[in-house]
């Protein structure tokens, strides 16, 4: 389907067809080791987001902090795409309390076409991980603060890094988180999740961040750190990168640091200051022209079910 089709008002759509549009479209988020551990339900009217339990990374996620990032991820994708095709869109969060794998719930509602649409739309199928080096030519200061900015607007923290003495610092966390998830996996062998897409490559946590390239740590507030703040981080992380992706530049999650409770209280307190609850490292700047290959999705039949109203 072209990315244009379907585009209108909202009305005339038969919901079950707009819910699986919509997840078409948030199926192209990015997921923790492309692990894309979503599943989504319609029964006509709502259209639920659930976590995927069976596809956690065993080493490094035990909790699911990366899997409810991720989920995060796919929902901001999921809003961003219901709103260009028309629809104005209720979306709660938790619903349910006994049920906590329930990670969000929308309604959709016939609303306008947003001017934006056709630029949202495409910022969703260009998006991508470019893991080649950057260019030389620097990230400013304004530009990391206006990603910031996009994430704080979607209810996270943002601060780029920019004191050399803290990137120095984060290079040596990194390296060690590098190692202690290697040693983890390596013990774990076979039991750790194994993508079916585990030959997407991955930037080996020993390579040193370039002085040209941004740097953001991406959080929640000090004193929140659980599935709540994840999944609004993971939006955030979302919303962040389309618009990086909509001015051109290109964004690596560099997330081993938090993935290690050691590395990850080390980021907090000793670098930055308590300030915030880090969750994730993103490394900005701008790549030469090209676009590597679209990474593969599981296909639509395995993570949406479309049931009939009141089943
Ligand atoms: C929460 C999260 C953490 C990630 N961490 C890393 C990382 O540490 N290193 C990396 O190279 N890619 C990382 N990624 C990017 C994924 O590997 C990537 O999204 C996935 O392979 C799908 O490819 P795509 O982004 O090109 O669609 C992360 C993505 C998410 C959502």
Redesign the pocket.
């Known amino acids: 389907m072209s990315i244009r089709s379907g585009l209108g008002s909202g009305l005339g759509y038969d919901m079950r067809q707009a819910h699986a549009r919509i997840v078409e479209l948030a199926t192209?988020?990015?997921?923790?080791?492309?692990s894309?551990p979503w599943h989504w339900v319609s029964d006509g009217e709502s259209l639920d987001l659930r976590a995927d339990r069976s596809r956690v990374l065993r080493a490094g996620d035990e909790d699911g902090r990366?899997l409810t990032?991720?989920c995060g991820?796919g929902l901001d994708h999921a809003l961003v795409a219901a709103r260009a095709l028309g629809f104005e869109v209720e979306a709660h969060r938790f619903p349910r309390s006994d049920d906590p794998d329930l990670l969000a719930r929308l309604r959709l509602h016939p609303g306008v076409v947003p001017a934006t649409a056709t630029a949202d739309l495409q910022a969703l199928t260009d998006?991508?991980?470019?893991?080649r080096r950057f260019t030389s030519w620097p990230v400013s200061f304004d530009q990391l603060q206006d990603l910031a900015a996009v994430a704080s607007a979607r209810g996270a923290t943002a601060i780029p890094v920019v004191d050399l003495a803290d990137r120095v610092r984060i290079d040596l966390l990194l390296g060690r988180a590098g190692d202690r998830q290697a040693r983890a996996q390596a013990r774990l062998g076979a039991r750790g999740f194994r993508s079916p897409?585990a030959d997407?490559?991955?930037?080996a946590?020993d390579r040193d961040l370039e002085p040209a390239d941004g740097l953001l740590v991406l959080g929640g507030p000090p004193d929140a750190d659980g599935p709540a703040t994840w999944l609004r981080v993971?939006e955030a992380?979302?919303a962040l990168?389309l618009e990086a992706t909509r001015a051109g530049l290109s964004i690596?999650?560099?997330?081993?640091v938090c993935?290690v409770a050691e590395t990850r209280a080390v980021l907090q307190h000793e670098v930055l200051g308590g300030l915030m609850t880090p969750?994730?490292?993103v490394r900005v700047g701008w790549q030469a022209i090209g676009r590597?290959r679209?990474?593969p999705?599981r296909p639509l039949d395995d993570v949406l079910d479309l049931r009939s109203p009141g089943a």
Do not use: C, H, I, K
């Open positions: 192209l988020a990015p997921s923790v080791r492309n894309q990366m990032l991720s991820a998006r991508r991980t470019d893991r897409f997407t490559p991955y930037v946590p993971g992380l979302s990168w690596v999650p560099l997330s081993v993935e969750q994730t490292l590597p679209r990474t999705r």
